[in-house]
T-cell receptor, first 114, second 109 residues
Framework: ETGVTQTPRHLVMGMTNKKSLKCEQH?????MYWYKQSAKKPLELMFV???????ENNSVPSRFSPECPNSSHLFLHLHTLQPEDSALYLC?????????????FGEGSRLTVL | GQNIDQPTEMTATEGAIVQINCTYQ??????LFWYQQHAGEAPTFLSY??LDGLEEKGRFSSFLSRSKGYSYLLLKELQMKDSASYLC??????????WGAGTKLIIKP
C-alpha cells in the first residue's frame, strides 16, 4: 500500500460508545495530523504530531484523545461524543511539521453520532 | 482574526475556462496552497505559490498577488472530472495552515 490509509471509512456510534479511528502512512513522513471537516466549513486542525510527539492540540474537547505510537501510525480515540461531532475526520501527513511541503491526506472516516 | 474567503459554489460548462478566487487576511504569509477534493475522496495537492505571479501546470494555473492578498485558480478546457471542491489555504507566519471553506465546482455538459 502507498499513501495515507484510514480505517474505518464509515462509523456510526451512540453517545455512550467508545471507538477509535486509525491512520497509517507509508510515505516515511515525520509529521501527522488530524483534521475535522464539516459541510461548508474550513478544515479544522485538531492535533499535530511531529516525530511521535504531540506539538499541537487545538483546544479540542477531551472526548477526543489522540495516540501516536510511532511515526507511521496515528489513532483518534472517541468516547462520549455529541451529535455535533458528526463529521468527516481526515488524517494527513507531511515530511516535516511547519514546512512548506504539501500535505498528503487519507480519504477520511465519516463519523455519525446518534 | 485570520480569514480566507472563496465562493461557496460555481458552475461552468465542459470545455470552458473557470477562475476560482481566494482572498486572505492572515498574520504573515509563507505561501498559498490549492487542493482538489472530489466527493468522498481525500484532498489532493494542486499548487503552491509563494512569490507573485502565475504558475502553470497543464490545464491548471494558480496566480498570487501578495500585496492584494489575492489568489486565483484557473482551470482551462474543463472536463467533467474537474467537478470537485477546491480548497484554498494560506500558511501564516507561524507556519500554520489557514483554510478556506472550499469552492464546489459543478461542470455541466
Amino acid at each position: 500500500e502507498t499513501g495515507v490509509t484510514q480505517t474505518p471509512r464509515h462509523l456510526v456510534m451512540g453517545m455512550t460508545n467508545k471507538k477509535s479511528l486509525k491512520c497509517e502512512q507509508h510515505l516515511g513522513h515525520n509529521a501527522m495530523y488530524w483534521y475535522k471537516q464539516s459541510a461548508k466549513k474550513p478544515l479544522e486542525l485538531m492535533f499535530v504530531y511531529n516525530f511521535k510527539e504531540q506539538t499541537e492540540n487545538n483546544s479540542v474537547p477531551s472526548r477526543f484523545s489522540p495516540e501516536c505510537p510511532n511515526s507511521s501510525h496515528l489513532f483518534l480515540h472517541l468516547h462520549t461524543l455529541q451529535p455535533e461531532d458528526s463529521a468527516l475526520y481526515l488524517c494527513a501527513s507531511s515530511q516535516d511539521e511547519g514546512g512548506t511541503g504539501e500535505l498528503f491526506f487519507g480519504e477520511g472516516s465519516r463519523l455519525t453520532v446518534l | 482574526g485570520q480569514n480566507i474567503d472563496q465562493p461557496t459554489e460555481m458552475t461552468a460548462t465542459e470545455g470552458a475556462i473557470v477562475q476560482i478566487n481566494c482572498t486572505y487576511q492572515t498574520s504573515g504569509f509563507n505561501g498559498l496552497f490549492w487542493y482538489q477534493q472530489h466527493a468522498g475522496e481525500a484532498p489532493t495537492f494542486l499548487s503552491y505559490n509563494v512569490l507573485d505571479g502565475l504558475e502553470e501546470k497543464g490545464r491548471f494555473s494558480s496566480f498570487l498577488s501578495r500585496s492584494k492578498g489575492y489568489s486565483y485558480l484557473l482551470l482551462k478546457e474543463l472536463q467533467m472530472k474537474d467537478s470537485a471542491s477546491y480548497l484554498c489555504a494560506v500558511m501564516d507566519s507561524n507556519y500554520q495552515l489557514i483554510w478556506g471553506a472550499g469552492t464546489k465546482l459543478i461542470i455541466k455538459p
